[in-house]
């Protein structure tokens, strides 16, 4: 189902700058959460007024279609800062993200830097995750989700387990978190289910299906070149 837009911004006050802008972007075009991560600057065409994405790889392809997201001036103007580098670079970066919180977070210390730890000297040798050249829709989701647990204020049992709690207070706390995310945490795939919904209401149903890119009229039925016109048309009005 659609998420509401007022539960997506309750949340992006709590994502890193990079992934807050992913979701906006993903918002206003209606991209896959997977387009969305492989986007790169030599994916997009800017000849023209609205903007023409093509991915790479795409959910379709293997049945021989071609996939276009039209981005409108409102998703231009976030994805801007995202093309100053290599063309074949990705756009949204987790290590940029990574480097960009740990800046916020040395900002605000209150310990002098003669006491504590110092940038730099408290790292773990070996991390279990590390920050990657590109986001992929699990890391993208997962970002979501930690958000959403801040943002909604999960409680701190369900979120870290006590190191005393026997088997079965851990099977019932696991059951507890995941009842709770079912309620409070929204995914990527809902963000296009909501730009799907805006659409279909302003401009109706083949329009929905030509923006995001929709085979078959009853998953959003010909999606074609002659329908650029109309993609084009709610990306200017809508992104």
């Known amino acids: 189902m659609p998420v509401e837009d007022s539960v997506v911004e309750a949340t992006l ?14 918002r206003l075009c209606g991209a896959r959460p997977g387009e969305v991560c492989a986007l790169r600057p030599a994916d997009i065409d800017r000849t023209g007024e609205i903007w023409r994405y093509v991915p790479a790889e795409h959910k379709t392809e293997h049945h021989g279609k ?27 970066v987790p290590t940029e993200s990574e480097n960009a919180r740990r800046r916020e ?53 369900l979120r870290k387990f006590p190191n005393d709690a026997t088997d079965e207070q851990i099977a019932e706390l696991r059951k507890d978190a995941a009842a709770w995310r079912a309620v409070h945490v929204w995914h990527p795939n809902q963000i296009r289910h909501s730009a799907a919904t805006e659409i279909r209401h302003k401009f109706g149903l083949e329009a929905a299906q030509v923006a995001l890119g929709h085979s078959r009229m009853n998953t959003t039925e010909i999606y074609a070149e002659k329908n650029r016109d109309l993609g084009e048309r709610v990306a200017r009005e809508v992104g």
Do not use: W
């Open 13 to 26: 006050h709590h994502l890193p700058k990079v992934v807050a802008d992913m979701v906006r972007f993903q």
């Open 66 to 92: 071609q996939r276009t997201v039209y981005i409108g001036p409102k998703a231009q103007k976030i994805l801007l800062p995202y093309l100053l580098r290599d063309a074949e670079t990705h756009c949204f």
């Open 105 to 157: 977070r040395h900002e605000q210390r209150v310990t002098p830097l003669s006491c504590g730890n110092r940038p730099g000297t408290n790292r773990k040798r070996r991390r279990e995750r590390t920050a990657g050249n590109r986001y992929t829709h699990r890391s993208y989701r997962r970002a979501i989700a930690r958000a959403c647990e801040v943002a909604f204020a999960m409680p701190d049992r």
